[in-house]
């Protein structure tokens, strides 16, 4: 293959493995029967996929993201508005590394 | 024995309940124009900051030798930041084909985790449909519309929407990123680095309100951050979730 069509190549192996797994999941759950099992399977992997999203995060980081995380869970409780928890944990990621870090 | 038959009889039983009432929960969905609107108002604020994620993208991607153009091309038809940053350790040569289709299959895992979360809704749909929308499947619109979804929405635009918005910014950041590089200086300074986590922070916070989301939530936390060096990057989430889907599906299970 001559070597400028490499990242082409590359590109499209990357778009269709990912559109793949995209429709994966809808396509096995079409081949299921639903059930209150199932329902409730899906409830709970959704808040756990968050959470594990959210976890690894965190683990990866430093103090810095636990507090921003810290911030914007307490400012979402507080106040009920996503975008005013998004402020106040942006804000204390920047003032952390400002001062404390 | 007697003990044994009279469980399977009620697991039976419960199964044709089951059947019954979600033929009557099952609405009928749509996918319109205005839902989509919605969809991205919705995703709006968040996307914002999504842009600094494509900047970052950008600037990585001309770093391991993308042209412009081809790093424009890949946040365009790939659109996930995982698998983007993830593909550019085989850059500059990126020739093994078979191993960049494993890893992007490992990084992407988690899309058939929240595809089949969202199945109820988008299986609703025509194919071609249903495989438009999910070609804009990614975290936060996942996130925004299965919460959503639960409250009531029956329009799918809402979940495309999202998606488009994300797309939107994500392709603007690439192209900022690819372009003008390094004078853009360094986004830790303003927090931009913990958007997504924060967002996602936000959105969990009111869905672990009922106590029997709160087990789950325990389990998959832990085996996330237990497994994080144990799996290969992307797993531990796909671990984590179905271990908390399990204790879902099995905690009323008597």
Known sequence: ?101 | MVDSQGKIFLTLAMVRIDDSTNQKEMVPVALSVKGALRGMMRLAPISVFVVPFGVGFGIAAIEQGLTVVQAVAMSAVVFSGAAQFASLEFWPEPVGLTSIALVMFAVNARFIITGAALSTWLNQLPILTRWFSLSFLSDPNFVDSRSAFQAGEKDVGVFLGGGLILWLTWVGGTVLGALAGENLGDLKVYGFDVVMVCFFATAITSRLKPLSAVVPAFISAAIAIATLDLLPLGWNIIAASVAGGMWGAYQNAV
């Open chain 1, 1 to 101: 293959m001559p070597s400028e069509l490499a990242p082409w190549a590359a590109m499209g192996v990357i778009a269709t493995i990912t559109f793949l797994n995209r429709i994966a999941g809808p396509f096995i759950m079409s081949r299921l029967r639903t059930s209150a099992r199932v329902e409730r399977f899906l409830d709970a992997m959704s808040v756990s996929v968050i959470v594990a999203l959210i976890s690894s995060a965190l683990a990866r980081g430093t103090i810095r993201e636990v507090v921003a995380v810290g911030a914007s869970a307490l400012a979402m409780l507080w106040f009920n508005n996503a975008i005013v928890a998004l402020i106040a944990g942006t804000s204390a990621a920047a003032l952390w590394l400002k001062f404390l870090a």
